[in-house]
């Protein structure tokens, strides 16, 4: 079966960085967009950023843009999110996510991805 395998999240203070992936298995997803949303205590999961097939267009939420980088080797069936600048309001758990709906960076809501690892937490301290 297809499965999403986040990992890489752990506890960091504020101003420093964290390297997450997502290992996908089961299923190729050279040609579809892969996105990576969060979800703090007490809030709905929101969008991060998402990249396009080829890794050469990405979006990003205002709230992350200029700190975090999205990526993608579909060579290793991978998508990898590096956050630098860390802010205690970017505590949560991180997820990553794949759509079947197409490749491009159009895809950016929750239920435009069919697919989903389990998360990984990051914690920023202050």
């Known amino acids: 079966q297809v499965q999403l395998v986040e990992s890489g999240g752990g506890l960091v203070q504020a101003g420093g960085s964290l390297r997450l992936s997502c290992a996908a298995s089961?299923?190729?997803?050279?040609?579809?967009?892969m996105g990576w949303f969060r979800q703090a205590p007490g809030k709905e999961r929101e969008f991060v950023a998402v990249i396009s097939w080829s890794g050469a267009t990405t979006y990003y939420a205002d709230s992350v843009k200029g700190r975090f980088t999205i990526a993608r080797d579909n060579a290793k069936n991978t998508v990898y999110l590096q956050m630098n600048s860390l802010k205690p309001e970017d505590t949560a758990a991180y997820y990553c996510?794949?759509?079947?709906?197409?490749?491009?960076?159009?895809?950016?809501?929750?239920?435009?991805?069919?697919?989903w690892g389990q998360g990984t937490q990051v914690t920023v301290s202050s």
């Open positions: 089961g299923r190729t997803f050279g040609r579809d967009a």
């Open positions: 996510a794949a759509t079947t709906k197409g490749g491009s960076t159009y895809y950016r809501a929750r239920y435009d991805y069919d697919y």
